[in-house]
């Protein structure tokens, strides 16, 4: 088992910047892969970003290429989304997800989920 656990969410005003943290117990968390999701009101998940299990190769949604980056500290047994230029659209619950197979943006084939962290950005 592993279990995740989100944190660094709030309330940002566009154009700021914030840093989720995905931190996760149980098995060698190294050994997983772990995507982003989001979910805002009456829509569905979307894929976010991914990173494979050393950190070397990462992987982005079209709306945020260029303005989110994931990275992972295997040591600290986390990984983080860097969010900046944020939007009023970024808006949405995140989730963190571990898979140990190479599932990128496919949200049933993740193995474990954390809770989410509330996003909010205003215009």
């Known amino acids: 088992q592993v279990q995740l656990v989100e944190s660094g969410g709030g309330l940002v005003q566009a154009g700021g910047s914030l840093r989720l943290s995905c931190a996760a117990s149980g098995r060698t968390f190294s050994g997983y892969r772990v995507g982003w999701f989001r979910q805002a009101p009456g829509k569905e998940r979307e894929f976010v970003a991914w990173?494979?299990?050393?950190?070397?190769?990462?992987y982005y949604a079209d709306s945020v290429k260029g303005r989110f980056t994931i990275s992972r500290d295997n040591a600290k047994n986390t990984v983080y989304l860097q969010m900046n230029s944020l939007k009023a659209e970024d808006t949405a619950v995140y989730y963190c997800a571990a898979a140990r197979a190479v599932v990128r943006d496919i949200p049933v084939r993740y193995d474990y989920w954390g809770q989410g962290t509330q996003v909010t950005v205003s215009s």
């Open positions: 990173i494979n299990w050393s950190g070397g190769i990462t």
